[in-house]
């Protein structure tokens, strides 16, 4: 058994940096830039209007001008006209290209109209309400950096560029396999769920919950197999995994059982085993190997709480490296408060499942087994507890964001 750091040590280790793609804006949300984006606009691209209202000359108001004379209106869209003559103001919307000469803008509503003729209410200031071309952004400038987690905004401000897409890294192919003569696939077919089970049978709940875990991790899921537990059954779905994916992440039939066969399988594949068993809990039995091509197989415990934090914790961190990201074990990471006691009389360390309450503090949810996720599926993180330790209420703690 070793230590989770070296686990971790082990996996980065033998993790590369995935390759790369152009994708369009509709596909960019969630994927990695690759390389950093520069400005090739200014942002604004013109001395802009900031409000509704009407646009001026400065020195007309300083010259002690009461009222100004409307001759004309810019719109959002429309290009500027002819310069502002003595006296001259434009009414101005939101968005407008500012007149040549006007060099503030009055709000509306600080402005009495009469006819064509304004009279302000309030006293302006200089260069009010004008946005001045390049004060946000200048050609050339830094927008994004490499390694970078693109969001919605970040795709906004891309097509606010004008790109209409940009590289991003891969998303690692993988192929999520389960394992157990007990699982039944979840059919879909309208019967009543339970009539479908026989004695000892259940459903088939790490399948489907690992595929969507490696989507929300940056993983491209390629393959759902399925293992009976016999050897040479195993062998033939680990050696499709590994034909189609460039991670494998299986699930049960890691363990000392005699029915047991991903560690003997994988060896036949020729799989090297990098570590078997690492002290955490849930999630002891978790297996790790190599394959040739860079190739990683994951042997996630049966239990699906244990499935779920050994994907969390491991996994994820070389989904997202693969992916393209600068902070694969960062990302996902929170400070949070904790809000109840918590204490962990065990050997290992403890990997609790809770969520934040009203007030961001972390609690726990659902009894802390491995076999149900009553729990999970109600909790937002996991809270890593070390052996022995006890975490007292108001204290600030490392947690893990569930997928
Ligand atoms: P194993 O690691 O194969 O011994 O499995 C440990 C426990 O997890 C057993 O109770 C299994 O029935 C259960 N288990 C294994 N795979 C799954 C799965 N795909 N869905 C739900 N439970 C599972
Ligand atoms: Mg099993």
New binding site residues.
């Given amino acids: 058994m070793i230590e989770e750091v070296e686990a971790h040590a082990r996996i980065a280790a033998t993790t590369a940096t995935g390759g790369e793609e152009w994708t369009g804006l509709e596909g960019l949300r969630g994927r990695y830039l690759r390389g950093e984006v520069r400005a090739g606009v200014a942002l604004p691209g013109f001395d802009q209007s900031a409000m509704d209202g009407y646009a001026l000359r400065w020195r007309d108001l300083e010259a002690g001008r009461g009222t100004l004379r409307v001759v004309g209106v810019s719109a959002a869209g429309g290009a500027a006209r002819r310069e502002l003559g003595e006296g001259e103001c434009v009414r101005i919307l939101t968005g407008a290209p500012m007149p040549p000469g006007a060099d503030t803008v009055v709000m509306q509503e600080d402005v009495r109209r009469e006819g064509d003729r304004i009279a302000l209410a309030c006293a302006a200031q200089r260069g009010e309400w004008v946005r001045k071309a390049g004060e946000i952004v200048c050609r050339g400038q830094l927008l994004l950096g490499g390694g970078e987690l693109l969001g919605s905004a970040a795709v906004g401000l891309l097509a606010s560029q004008g790109c209409h897409g940009a590289r991003v890294g891969r998303r690692p192919t993988v192929a999520v396999v389960?394992?157990?003569d007990?699982?039944v696939e979840v059919a879909g077919d309208g019967r009543e769920p339970g009539a479908a089970l026989r004695g000892g049978e259940?459903?088939?709940?790490?399948?489907p919950?690992?595929a969507a875990a490696v989507a929300r991790f940056g993983g491209h899921c390629v393959a759902r197999l399925?293992a009976p537990?016999e050897l040479s059954a195993t062998v033939a779905v680990l050696s499709e995994a590994l034909a189609v994916a460039e991670v494998v992440v299986v699930?049960?039939?890691?363990?000392v059982?005699d029915?047991?066969f991903v560690r003997p399988a994988l060896e036949v594949c020729a799989a090297r085993e990098e570590f078997w068993r690492v002290r955490i809990q849930p999630g002891k039995?978790l297996l790790y190997a190599t394959a040739d091509g860079g190739r990683q197989v994951f042997g996630l415990?049966?239990?699906?709480v244990?499935?779920l934090t050994c994907c969390t914790v491991f996994v994820a961190p070389a989904l997202r490296l693969r992916a393209g990201a600068a902070e694969p074990v960062r990302e996902g990471q929170r400070q949070v408060e904790i809000g109840e006691r918590l204490e962990n009389g065990g050997s290992r360390p403890h990997y609790l499942r809770g969520r934040l309450d009203e007030e961001g503090r972390f609690r726990l949810v659902g009894k802390q087994v491995s076999?149900s996720l009553l729990g999970a599926a109600r909790a937002s993180h996991l809270l890593r507890l070390d052996a022995g330790a006890t975490c007292e209420v108001g204290e600030r703690s490392w947690a893990l964001e569930l997928p």
């Fill in positions: 389960t394992t157990g007990e699982l259940i459903f088939n709940s790490n399948g919950m690992l399925h537990d699930a049960g039939g890691v363990s059982g029915r047991d039995p415990p049966g239990n699906p244990s499935a076999h």
